[in-house]
């Protein structure tokens, strides 16, 4: 019903800095990010509700910062200082009611 369009990701040296947007085809209430590493469990890193509400992972806190469109319907994701740890595989998420949504998935690398 609803696709998620992820855009950005990349190579980055430690301390850098890196942007990830996700577009949603139709309206969703709460729209986040989650990050998957290799052999890891996937984990939230940010969260943020139709109302501007934002839930952020204690390992990202003060780096990075999520933000939305509405009219849009389109997410953010603005990560600084960033860390070799922070390489995963970052998706895009949504949620209406009962139903979740997935992108596809934006490769993000720290590394020097």
């Known amino acids: 019903q609803v696709q998620l369009v992820e855009s950005g990701g990349g190579l980055v040296q430690p301390g850098g800095s890196l942007s990830v947007s996700c577009a949603a085809s139709?309206?969703?209430?709460?729209m986040g990010w989650y990050r998957q590493a290799p052999g890891k469990q996937r984990e939230l890193v940010a969260n943020?509700?139709?109302?501007?509400?934002?839930k952020y992972a204690d390992s990202v806190k003060g780096r990075f910062t999520i933000s939305r469109d509405n009219a849009k319907n389109t997410v953010y994701l603005q990560m600084n200082s960033l860390k070799p740890e922070d390489t995963a595989v970052y998706y895009c998420?949504?949620?209406?009611?009962?139903?979740?949504?997935w992108g596809q998935g934006t490769q993000v690398t720290v590394s020097s």
């Open positions: 998420t949504a949620k209406n009611g009962p139903y979740r949504y």
């Open positions: 139709g309206r969703v209430f709460t």
């Open positions: 943020i509700e139709s109302g501007g509400t934002t």
